[in-house]
């Protein structure tokens, strides 16, 4: 079974301050993807960042980058300088290579105060 | 161009009578599928179209759920005889064949059982 679990429901950081928002996932796979998406007050679900499991190099997207720990079965998400516009759900997701589906987390609810 | 849109906003029924939700992916699209997030849950897998191949209905939680997607466009997804547990955020992405995990999320469905 493929399980993910994000472990912090609420966070909770200053406006240009970093955060790392915390995912363990558990699987017998070695090939697969992870992701990070994030779901505004909107509803919509907006992909952050994506790490491929064979890759050692951890992504970075701007003021987005991962710590992805394949040993550990585990992948954070850093924001940096956070800004307003960064309260939102965010929520981690696996898939196995050839699956048909992401599977996610339960997400964390991330609030920056100005 | 035009992201994933999804109709309608928000619905609200009794119990026991039928829905249906629809969902138009972004053209040219492929893939297409259908996740349900319940309050306070991550998303969950319902079903997956690709092309004109057999659907994955795995994460269909009960019969009463079933989903069509006609010409390899639009699809909507139908509840028969709504029960209180199917309340939620009902969500459809869609995805170019062959990048994986690039799922482009639509701002959902809340349906409300009463």
């Known amino acids: 079974a493929q399980t993910v679990t994000q472990s912090q429901p609420e966070m909770s950081v200053q406006e240009a301050e970093t955060v790392t928002l915390s995912c363990t996932y558990d699987t017998s796979e070695n090939n697969y993807y992870l992701f990070w998406y994030k779901q505004p007050p909107s509803r919509q679900m907006i992909l952050v960042i994506r790490?491929?499991?064979?890759?050692?190099q951890n992504a970075t997207e701007n003021r987005f980058s991962v710590n992805f720990q394949k040993a550990a079965k585990s992948f954070s998400l850093k924001i940096s300088d956070s800004q307003l516009g960064d309260t939102a759900m965010y929520f981690c997701a696996f898939m196995p290579t050839g699956a048909n589906n992401l599977f996610f987390g339960t997400g964390t609810r991330l609030t920056v105060i100005p | 161009g035009a992201g994933v849109s999804q109709s309608p906003s928000n619905k609200v029924t009794e119990k026991g009578k039928d829905v249906e939700l629809r969902c138009d992916p972004i053209s040219g699209h492929t893939a297409l599928y259908w996740y349900r997030q319940s309050l306070g849950q991550g998303l969950e897998f319902l079903i997956y179209f690709q092309g004109n191949s057999a659907p994955d209905k795995s994460g269909l939680p009960s019969d009463r759920f079933s989903a069509e997607r006609t010409g390899g466009s639009v699809s909507t997804l139908t509840i028969q005889r709504t029960q209180q547990e199917d309340s939620a955020v009902y969500l459809c992405a869609s995805s170019l064949t062959g990048i994986l995990g690039e799922q482009y999320f639509g701002p959902g469905t809340r349906l409300t059982v009463t």
């Open positions: 790490q491929e499991a064979y890759k050692q």
